[in-house]
């Protein structure tokens, strides 16, 4: 399986929160005959894989298909669209970017010109709420022919390879983490694994809570992204983490205490395969994690991700080889849970 084009595949399919069917599609499109597979009522795809064995512990590996976009609310009398985001986007990323709907509908985000803006206007980012989607309707109803309110607009931009081994596109948060997983699935496995392509991460974790009760694990690993901010301008701690040094393993963010014991066996895991890895810098964000850890009657859970630079926009950007690292870091993570 190439690694590197099925992570542009996916990335390049349009799946807001509770909107992730054809992501979905594809990813059952690559699931392998030796696999068991169900949809929940809220979307969730949870594939069973067999491995060499059966573990005394029940193993949940985790990652979700949704991404951050734009929702339609209001159609103006002029044809232009009132929207929303699902999901967090900075008010920075948005202005003047095209977009395009489901049905192939492109917009272009619009708001007042500049030489309309007066005073403080100027040097303030213009919130969402005073944005709309011009898709070149001149009226409400020429609009509403083509677009409904619920509508959902994604952002467009075609995934692309620069520099030294950098790939950048939207949405790889998390198609990245979904690729990962199709790669495992797809593979040889030391023991039996559930693996949870989960709904609604974008909104509030939703789609990982639900499907954590129904799968009832002991132990869960959640493949992610997670921001870098290896930036001009940013020092220390406050770059978070650093495309090209290695998958990134959590002690804690916003949402979960990860595993200590886990947290520890990834290091080891890193450095018994020779992989670059590090740890985030700063207690920020949060990821299906901290919905799963707390289901049930409590999940030991870690967190793998992968760095990535402007997360939610046009055009995230991760380092090919941390790619392929965490693949090699998660395989080997399972070989030691599997030993312990």
């Known amino acids: 399986m190439d690694l590197k084009a099925l992570v542009k595949e996916l990335s390049a399919l349009n799946g807001t929160s509770g909107d992730e069917r054809d992501v979905r599609d594809k990813i059952i499109s690559y699931l392998p005959a030796d696999v068991s597979y169900k949809t929940d009522n809220l979307g969730n795809l949870i594939v069973e894989k067999k491995g060499r064995r059966t573990a005394a512990e029940k193993l949940m590996i985790a990652a979700h298909m949704d991404e951050v976009g734009f929702?339609?609310?209001?159609?103006?009398?002029?044809g232009s669209l009132c929207f929303g985001a699902v999901g967090g986007i900075l008010h920075s990323v948005v202005f003047g970017?095209?977009?395009i709907f489901k049905n192939g509908v492109f917009?272009?985000?619009a708001g007042k010109p500049l030489h309309l803006l007066e005073g403080e206007e100027e040097d303030q980012q213009p919130k969402i709420s005073d944005l709309r989607i011009d898709i070149g309707a001149e009226s409400a109803d020429e609009a509403g022919k083509m677009i409904s309110v619920g509508d959902c607009a994604y952002f467009t931009g075609d995934q692309f390879d620069f520099g030294d081994g950098f790939m950048a596109g939207k949405a790889l948060d998390d198609r990245v983490?979904?690729?990962?997983?199709?790669?495992l699935i797809n593979g040889d496995l030391p023991f039996d694994c559930t693996f949870v392509f989960t709904v609604q991460e974008e909104i509030g974790t939703r789609g990982a809570y639900a499907a954590s009760f129904s799968v009832n694990p002991d132990i869960a690993v959640v493949l992610e992204t997670t921001t870098a901010c290896d930036i001009s301008g940013v020092d220390g701690e406050k770059k978070v983490c650093c495309l090209g040094d290695g998958p990134v393993i959590s002690f804690m963010d916003k949402g979960t205490i990860y595993d200590k014991e886990l947290y520890r066996l990834g290091f080891e895991a890193a450095e018994e395969t020779?992989?670059?890895?590090q740890t985030k810098t700063v207690i920020a964000g949060g990821n299906d994690g901290g919905a799963i850890h707390k289901s049930a009657g409590g999940v030991?859970?870690?967190?793998?991700?992968?760095?990535?630079?402007?997360?939610?926009?046009?055009?995230?950007?991760i380092k090919?080889?941390?790619?392929?690292?965490?693949?090699?870091?998660?395989k080997a993570v399972l070989e030691k849970i599997a030993d312990e």
């Open 177 to 183: 983490g979904c690729a990962v997983m199709l790669s």
């Open 300 to 317: 030991r859970t870690m967190a793998i991700s992968l760095p990535c630079r402007y997360l939610h926009s046009p055009n995230c950007m």
């Open 320 to 330: 090919e080889q941390d790619l392929y690292d965490t693949v090699k870091l998660v």
């Open 97 to 99: 970017r095209q977009v």
């Open 71 to 78: 929702i339609v609310t209001h159609i103006d009398e002029d």
């Open 274 to 277: 020779g992989i670059k890895c």
């Open 107 to 109: 917009g272009a985000i």
